[in-house]
């Protein structure tokens, strides 16, 4: 889905500063996706670059929260490696890691847990909710939102050998009946 992005400019609060011509050149180029897009759900994967940069957080919230104001249904999904890393460092804590997957034990998990919907989740709801939306973090827990089963890791160079990498699962299925709910009450799931 190619979404034009709002700028954010310290320097003006406002869009008063876009000449008017360019204004409607943007809504020209817009109208077709909203048209296209609008009471549609919009899965926004949120990580990177963008999740450490504040002037690139404003712009997100922003612009998640225009896709809602003009009929779209973004859902924001995010990642947090980075910020697991660090917090498990400073617990003493070594991330291992199997062919690209975290290897992820008991201690790990809560780890995990606490940073991605403690931290980077209400963060990221702060941001939507400062920026004029009404956003609501969510886990796979919530609402039996997520099933899961164990992962098991084939090993890349040995098929017939298998990698345990712990409390790591495979999505058998998914029940949205949660984030549609929020949804239709104009909340933007995190």
């Known amino acids: 889905l190619p979404i ?3 700028s954010h400019h310290p320097q003006s609060d406002s869009v008063a500063n876009i000449a008017p011509r360019d204004k409607a050149e943007i809504l020209a180029q817009a109208l077709p996706y909203i ?3 609008h009471g549609k759900t919009i899965v926004i994967k ?3 670059n963008a999740m450490t940069d504040p002037e690139l957080q404003a712009d997100f919230a922003e612009d998640v929260v225009l896709l809602k104001l003009v009929g779209l249904n973004p859902v924001v999904v995010h990642g947090g490696g980075p910020q697991i890393d660090s917090a498990l460092n400073k617990i003493g804590k ?3 890691f199997i062919q ?3 290897v992820t034990d008991e201690e790990t998990m809560e780890v995990v847990e606490w940073v991605l919907a403690g931290e980077v989740q209400q963060d990221i709801v702060g941001l939507i909710n400062a920026a004029g939306g009404k956003a609501v973090g969510l886990t796979g827990r919530d609402g039996g939102l997520i099933r899961a089963r164990k992962l098991r890791l084939q090993d890349i160079h040995d098929p017939s050998k298998e ?3 712990g409390q790591v699962g495979e999505i058998e299925s998914i029940d949205p009946s949660v984030v549609k709910a929020l949804q239709d009450d104009q909340f933007i799931p995190v």
Do not use: E, S
Request: glycine share 22%; hydrophobic share 30%; no cysteine.
């Open 4 to 6: 034009l992005t709002a």
């Open 35 to 37: 048209r296209k897009f």
């Open 46 to 48: 949120y990580g990177g």
């Open 94 to 96: 070594k991330g291992q």
């Open 100 to 102: 690209g997957m975290r």
């Open 163 to 165: 990698h345990d990498v």
